[in-house]
């Protein structure tokens, strides 16, 4: 049913849910608090559009020991995109919890940096906060590191005037549970959302020497379209919820490997997990000064250069086991076919066929950067049954590198989501 189109509806507008609880200012020396936050619509009658909904948020980037802003000459700034500030998610239907991830912002980050055309990650990606890194570094030859400094440093370029107000937009069908409803609409039944945000030294990036820094939250709100059917369509909106509803949807995990200097490493991604379709890897040095998260920012991937000052440590091998003895690939990707690495990193967002846009990701900026590996899972042998199986990355450097190294993995994976009527509600089972 095509449920939002102006023949089937009355009345199409946003309304506006503030925070349960009280969004707490801090004082002089202080953090901001970050836990907990939480949203809660309860309205059983009425049927919301949540595929277009999203976070409104206005922050500042305050020095901590005062609260004012920062001047010109300061190299800090927020971490690239909206989504950055949000760390773990928990959605309930009626005490039920129906989606919880955590470390969200990671893997928000790499669904942008391949979902993102070229032209939209310059124009309307801008109301997320969305301004890409095209270095490692906090010099204004960052030009996306540059952007953000720009629009969050004092309103007077000597740090007077007080701290820049940045208001942004954090969607909400960049979360794996909400991306699935652009077809689909949840029935009328309370939600609940809680919100745990980022840490100051995980959002911040500054160069050595300043001071330190603080993200405070002046505003916080989710806006939901609203949808009133017209009276003759009534019925339809309500039919198909009337019976059990089911559908699938993709679930999302984030897990980090301990730090290792070792050249041959089995990362145990689960010990047990069903019908997974996407995997992503990376790796991250842990030297000084990149250990210290306020002096560089998570979404830097080290894979094809784990020594800061060479390249003479990078990946050299990789390939996931699924099971036993089932491999992606089937031949193992080697870095010294780098290419083919990208060309299938590519196709996660049908962007190697696709000639009429453009990718943020280039050979450049992929082997320098932004070093991801995919590997696809969407063609599996069929079971009869569906026991969960173990996820292992098995990979192997060139040389061992200078410092430790951390392995990093984002898993998606299938779920099943079912909607039955108990008594005069509507529930998820």
């Known amino acids: 049913m095509s449920f939002r189109t102006k023949d089937k509806l009355q009345r199409y507008e946003k309304v506006r849910y503030a925070t349960n609880n009280l969004i707490d200012q801090p004082g002089n020396g202080e953090s901001q608090k970050k836990k907990s936050y939480k949203f809660t619509i309860k309205d059983r009658s009425d049927f919301y559009d949540f595929f277009k909904g999203y976070f409104e948020v206005t922050v500042e980037l305050q020095k901590k020991a005062d609260g004012s802003g920062y001047a010109a000459a300061d190299r800090i700034s927020i971490i690239n995109g909206s989504h950055s500030l949000i760390k773990r998610m928990t959605i309930k239907s009626s005490g039920k919890v129906v989606y919880v991830t955590d470390n969200i912002h990671r893997i928000t980050n790499v669904k942008n940096l391949l979902e993102y055309s070229n032209d939209f990650s310059r124009s309307v990606a801008k109301k997320s906060f969305w301004y890409l890194d095209t270095e490692n570094s906090t010099a204004n030859t960052n030009s996306g590191f540059e952007a953000r400094r720009i629009l969050t440093q004092a309103n007077q370029n000597n740090g007077g005037g007080g701290a820049k107000s940045i208001n942004m937009i954090i969607p909400l069908n960049r979360y794996s549970f ?68 089911k559908w699938t949807y993709m679930k999302d995990t984030y897990i980090q490997s301990f730090a290792t200097r070792t050249v041959k490493n089995a990362f145990q991604i689960s010990p047990a997990i069903d019908k997974v379709r996407h995997v992503f890897f990376y790796l991250q040095r842990n030297d000084p000064p990149n250990d210290d998260e306020s002096e560089r920012t998570p979404y830097i991937f080290d894979t094809f250069k784990l020594n800061s000052a060479n390249n003479n440590s990078s990946l050299a091998s990789c390939r996931l086991e699924y099971g036993k003895n089932t491999f992606y690939p089937e031949i193992e990707y080697d870095a010294d076919s780098k290419m083919i690495i990208f060309d299938d990193l590519m196709s996660y967002a049908f962007r190697n066929d696709d000639m009429n846009t453009g990718t943020q990701l280039n050979p450049h900026n992929f082997s320098s950067i932004y070093g991801l590996v995919y590997f696809n899972l969407t063609y599996q042998k069929e079971a009869p049954t569906r026991d969960p199986k173990e996820l292992v990355l098995n990979y192997r450097l060139n040389v061992a590198p200078a410092a430790n190294v951390t392995a990093h993995a984002i898993v998606f994976y299938e779920d099943e989501l079912i909607v039955n009527k108990v008594g005069n509600e509507l529930m998820i089972a």
């Open 178 to 245: 909400f991306n699935e409803l652009g077809d689909k609409m949840l029935p009328p039944m309370q939600l609940e959302f809680e919100i745990d945000l980022n840490d100051d030294n995980e959002l911040i990036h500054m160069a050595n020497g300043t001071d330190p820094g603080r993200v405070v939250v002046k505003n916080f709100y989710l806006w939901v379209p609203k949808m009133i059917p017209k009276d003759s369509e009534y019925s339809e909106y309500v039919k198909d919820f009337l019976k059990p509803v």
